[in-house]
């Protein structure tokens, strides 16, 4: 963070400093108080970061922004400090001019900025969001380490109700918006699609209304906002032949997928992707759209994609012996759910294929027949074996059983590991994916210990 005097903090919180003195970062916790730091006291569900704020400044911090007096301690008094933290990071963004990218979706947010970091970093400094810091609380963190050497950032947006990317987009202001698609997530607190769509749109609410948004072609609910809006709006996909940008000529090969990339009827370059899935050919796709949008030339974009790798528990390929595991742990909803299968059906194994799938969380109403339609799903994959493992995974189990498949469920982890475990033959091809809840990476672990173990030895 650049350096700012605490009454111009004071002065964008509609408060008055108790006096003047520069502040080089906004801090939240009382373990890390650097020379200079503004403590900040946010309230959560198990702690009030009040009770510190006198601990904070005898630590180090110059002042704090509390929501009322306390004794003893130089304070900024505010109404809401979770709203101040905002604010702050919507005043110190005005600050710097870079081409600023707010992206989010049901799913293929954390994919999607990732590429588009990768290529805008191919020409311009890039400021990124580092893992899943996309809330109220990281993402203003995130804004306040751009710095005027910054010339674009890339800015994730989650949400699980409405007004939340209200909120977000208004403190970031983006220049360009990206949508990756409508599915189910959060659909407990928002209703349906629609209300997904109403609550996605809310990027739009902190973008100037000629910036550009970008989203997939492929989307039911994103396709016709090229003809409802006002603003530019580019779209990317590919089985809409209408899409601004397509892929073609795709082939997946053994980690990796290639593909031509169609820009209004023209070849403009070719990707070599090192990960497999449609589902990353649109992200990519996506992240060519915002490099061309910044100026960036297309042989460029392909060059800066080719470099890519997962993160996280996203949909690792990790070999255990002679077994290849796909590890998708980080969530789930039916879009990632149905992602992953395609991959394990589209994979080549020298052994069998099994699908290891645990519960979709914050399904609400529509969970029962959510997960009935994972199974439905399952059944076409290519698994040889279906293990399922969680409550409401039993209606993935049921939908696939009544197709003919051969299925397992339970509730239980230690069974589901014992049951993997005795069923594996040298070569076989695992997917595991579920909800981070259910914690599914612990299974792959205990599953392959042995193999690992062996491998340690070795290594």
Known sequence: MEMLRLTEIAAALDSTAPFEAEITEVCTDTRNMPEGCL???????????????????????????????IEGCPCIVVPDTRRALLSIAAYYRKKFTPVLVGVTGSVGKTTSKEMIALVLSSQYETLKTQ???????????????????????????????????????????????????????HIENLGSQEGILKAKLEILDGMAEDSPLIVSGDDPFLAPLKNELTRPVYTYGIENENADVRAAAIEAGEGSTEFDVIDNGEKTCHVILPCVGLHNVLDALGAYCTGRLAGIAPERIAEALGSYKTVGFRQNIEQHGTYTVIADCYNASPDSMRAALHVLKEMKSSGRKLAVLGDMLELGHLSRKLHEMVGAMALVSGADHIFCYGENARYIANAAAEGGASVFHTEDKTELCSAVRAYLRTGDLVLFKASRGMHLEDCIKEIFRQEDEQNAVLD
């Open 39 to 69: 403590f900040l006291a946010l309230r959560g569900a198990n702690f009030d970061g009040h009770n510190f704020a006198k601990r904070a400044v005898e630590n180090g911090a110059v002042a704090a922004v509390t929501e009322y007096e």
């Open 131 to 185: 893992g899943n810091l996309n809330n109220e609380i990281g993402l203003p963190k995130t804004l306040m380490e751009l710095k005027s050497s910054h010339e674009a950032a890339v800015i994730e947006m989650g949400m699980s109700d409405f007004g939340e990317i209200h909120r977000l987009s208004c403190t970031t202001q983006p220049t360009i918006g990206v949508i990756t698609n409508i599915g189910f997530s």
